[in-house]
């Protein structure tokens, strides 16, 4: 069966500091997406990013970065140089592609809160 | 180009009443999906669409239907509020069903008491 576990419920910082939020997924498909989403204190719904099965390239846009392990099953995302404007709700979702109708798995998500 | 919208953004219901909760879009997308936000528990799939007259149930369909006569709308019906529905609902619209970025609206903070 597919899920998403984000086993940080919360995690403070302060401002500058480095933070990693994990992401372990299960799936017995062999194509599927990976995303992370942002879910600031005003409630909407931001898309950071997306990545498939056969990427397992690491990304990087400015101070975010995504680490893709299949090894491990994990999608973990790294904020760098933590910004109060950083705190938010991250969701961490799956989407499998022989699937019909699943749309996204959303992890609990992960509180992160940032003071300066 | 609005996006996806939702009205009402709050509304409170007595317990048994019925209510609508309305979301367009104007991307032309042919996904849409109903979503609900529990604390605690991420978003889980109501409901979605993959055109205009087909629907079919996600994770959590008890106590809501749906339809789509059309690309651009896809109402969520509350058929007999209870308070286990109170919670924040979100459509979502995309271009394909898997592996695409889902688009979502601003979310409807429904209380029922």
């Known amino acids: 069966a597919q899920k998403v576990t984000q086993a940080q419920t919360e995690i403070s910082v302060v401002e500058k500091e480095d933070v990693t939020l994990d992401c372990v997924y299960e799936t017995r498909d062999t194509t599927y997406y990976l995303f992370w989403y942002k879910q600031p204190p005003s409630g909407e719904l931001v898309f950071l990013i997306r990545?498939?099965?056969?990427?397992?390239q690491n990304e990087i846009s400015g101070r975010y970065s995504w680490n893709f392990q299949k090894s491990t099953s994990s999608f973990n995302f790294t904020i760098t140089a933590s910004q109060v404007v950083d705190s938010a709700v991250y969701f961490c979702?799956?989407?499998?592609?022989?699937?019909?109708?699943?749309?996204?798995?959303f992890g609990k998500g992960t509180t992160l809160s940032v003071s300066s | 180009n609005a996006g996806v919208t939702q009205t009402p953004k709050f509304q409170v219901l007595k317990t048994g009443q019925s209510m609508t909760l309305q979301c367009a879009q104007d991307?032309?997308?042919?996904?849409m999906s109903w979503y609900r936000q529990d604390p605690g528990m991420g978003l889980r799939l109501i409901h979605y669409?993959?055109?205009?007259?087909?629907?079919d149930q996600g994770e959590v369909p008890n106590g809501y239907n749906v339809s789509r006569s059309t690309t651009e709308d896809f109402p969520l019906r509350l058929l007999s509020a209870a308070p286990s529905q109170t919670s924040v609902y979100f459509c979502?619209?995309?271009?394909?069903?898997?592996?695409?970025?889902?688009?979502f609206g601003p979310g409807t903070r429904l209380t029922v008491t």
């Open positions: 990545r498939n099965s056969f990427d397992e």
């Open positions: 669409s993959v055109g205009a007259g087909i629907t």
């Open positions: 979502a619209s995309s271009y394909g069903l898997a592996g695409v970025e889902q688009y």
């Open positions: 979702a799956l989407s499998e592609a022989n699937q019909a109708g699943t749309a996204l798995i």
């Open positions: 991307m032309n997308h042919e996904y």
